[in-house]
Each structure stands twice: as C-alpha cells, then as structure tokens.
C-alpha cells in the first residue's frame, strides 16, 4: 500500500461519527475499525487486479492474461475465505472474468 492511502485511510478512521460509552463498545469499535482496513484493502487488491486485467486485454497481451487471472483468483478466494465478499459473489466474478478471458483469446 501507498503512503497517501495509508493515511487517508488513518484520517477516515480518525473522524468517523460514532461516540463509544462503554469499555465493550470501545473495543468494539477498535475491532470494527481494524477489521475495515482489512476488508477495504482485500476489495482494492481485486479491483486492481481486475483493473490490470482489462488493461491487458485493451491491450492485446494474451499471455499476461492467465497471470493475472490466477492473481484475480488468489485475492478472490482470500476474501471470501475471511467473509469480505461472499462466497458466491466471488465466484460470480470469478465466472465473468473467465468468460471475459475465453472472450480475448478468441480474438
């Protein structure tokens, strides 16, 4: 991760609204808060592994494609496995970008 994302992520957790009372509550929003940084940085890893992916198939790079594929792959899987996305949203996605995928290399 960059810097710059770094912090902004640091700033949003900083200025959220919620006012914990209780010792509980406050912990829970640490966990809660820990546990969004997690979750945003699973959710960029696919998109920008999707973003890479359609990059190379604008331009034309077929074998870079099953690369990325498995990467896609990888950072899917992960975040199902820790409940970021569901499972079958992972495996819709993972689904089109196959098909996407065949659809390239039959050009």
Same mark, same amino acid.
């Not at 998109?47 to 494609?65: T, W």
């Given at each position: 991760?960059?810097?710059?994302?770094? $912090?902004? *992520? %640091?700033?949003?957790?900083?200025? *959220?609204?919620?006012?914990?009372?209780?010792?509980? %509550?406050?912990?829970?929003?640490?966990?809660?808060?820990?546990?969004?940084?997690?979750?945003?940085?699973?959710?960029?890893?696919?998109?920008?592994?999707?973003?890479? *992916?359609?990059?190379?198939?604008?331009?034309?790079?077929?074998?870079?494609?099953?690369?990325?594929?498995?990467?896609? $792959?990888?950072? *899917?899987?992960? %975040? %199902?496995?820790?409940?970021?996305?569901?499972?079958?949203?992972?495996?819709?996605?993972?689904?089109?970008?196959?098909?996407?995928?065949?659809?390239?290399?039959?050009?």
């Amino acid at each position: 991760m960059n810097g710059k994302y770094c $912090q902004n *992520l %640091a700033y949003l957790l900083g200025c *959220l609204p919620h006012m914990p009372i209780t010792s509980s %509550a406050k912990k829970a929003l640490r966990n809660s808060n820990k546990k969004r940084v997690f979750n945003i940085r699973r959710k960029k890893a696919v998109e920008s592994a999707v973003k890479e *992916l359609k990059g190379f198939i604008k331009e034309g790079k077929k074998e870079e494609l099953l690369k990325v594929y498995s990467k896609i $792959q990888k950072a *899917l899987d992960k %975040a %199902a496995k820790e409940h970021t996305l569901s499972k079958n949203t992972a495996s819709r996605k993972k689904s089109r970008i196959s098909k996407l995928i065949k659809k390239a290399q039959a050009k």
